[in-house]
């Protein structure tokens, strides 16, 4: 019963920010992401993580915007907060051809950190959340200071509380982890301060999205590649490097 309550809300939530236009396409690009999830897990419900038995930490709660006292205007582009699926985040970051230990990783919307988390544990060399919502940011601070010293690299683990299209990525080379944060209108600008940022350097530059809801406007965007889409994640690549795949 509660899951057909949150599904309405869900439903609720799509039709009102993205109109009669997008609807159908979200609908349809949602059931097709659950009903993979469901034949995975056999459940809908996002299964508990490793990161939530050290003690003192919780990322598993679903929290809803309306819960945190945003309104209308930031839902716009807003999405709540799930945790993600710790199997499909290991999959997809252990299918980068890459040493993850030379690269920063960057969560744009990261929620209570269990992307930032699992990050630290897959040996990234500097992890950084950009969280928009105070009580998220809030429970990823107590998380991370939970895990400080019980779980590997914790302490590299960095934390903005601030809205994504704000952030300068970092001049390294850098993940960025996008866990179906925003709409359109957030991921244009996002895009936008990316491309920009790249074009002061020449360092690499992945961007991985998992449940991509905007596939579409990367796929149209001529500063990255997409290099892959499988279990529920796109991965793209900074194209201009002339690196051969
Ligand atoms: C689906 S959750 C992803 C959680 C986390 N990345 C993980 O994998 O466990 C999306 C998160 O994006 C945050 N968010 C939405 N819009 C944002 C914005 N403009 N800037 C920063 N965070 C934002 C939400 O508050 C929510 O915590």
């Known amino acids: 019963m509660n899951r057909l309550r949150a599904l309405a809300r869900r439903l609720r939530n799509i039709w009102s920010r993205h109109g009669w236009r997008m609807f159908g396409p979200l609908v349809l690009h949602n059931v097709q992401y659950y009903t993979r999830h469901w034949l995975r897990h056999g459940s809908l419900a996002t299964p508990r993580s490793s990161v939530d038995r050290i003690p003192g930490v919780e990322t598993q709660r679903a929290v809803y915007l309306s819960e945190l006292g945003f309104s209308g205007d930031v839902g716009d582009s807003a999405e709540p907060y799930m945790p993600i699926d710790e199997a499909q985040f290991r999959w997809v970051m252990e299918a980068l051809p890459i040493r993850l230990a030379d690269y920063a990783f960057v969560d744009l919307g990261s929620g209570k950190g269990r992307a930032l988390l699992l990050a630290a544990q897959m040996g990234f060399k500097t992890i950084i959340g950009v969280e928009f919502s105070q009580e998220l940011h809030l429970a990823a601070t107590k998380n991370v200071s939970a895990a400080l010293g019980k779980w590997p690299n914790a302490e590299r683990i960095k934390l903005v509380c601030g809205d994504a299209a704000q952030f300068s990525p970092p001049p390294l080379p850098v993940v960025c982890y996008l ?12 895009i936008d301060a990316w491309t920009h940022a790249m074009s002061a350097h020449s360092l690499d530059v992945w961007i991985v999205y998992s449940n991509p809801t905007q596939l579409e406007l990367f796929k149209s965007e001529l500063s990255f590649e997409h290099v892959f889409t499988k279990k529920g994640s796109a991965v793209f690549r900074r194209a201009d490097l002339g690196v051969s795949r």
Not at 179 to 190: D, L, Q
């Open 179 to 190: 866990y179906n944060p925003f709409g359109a209108s957030i991921m244009r600008e996002v």
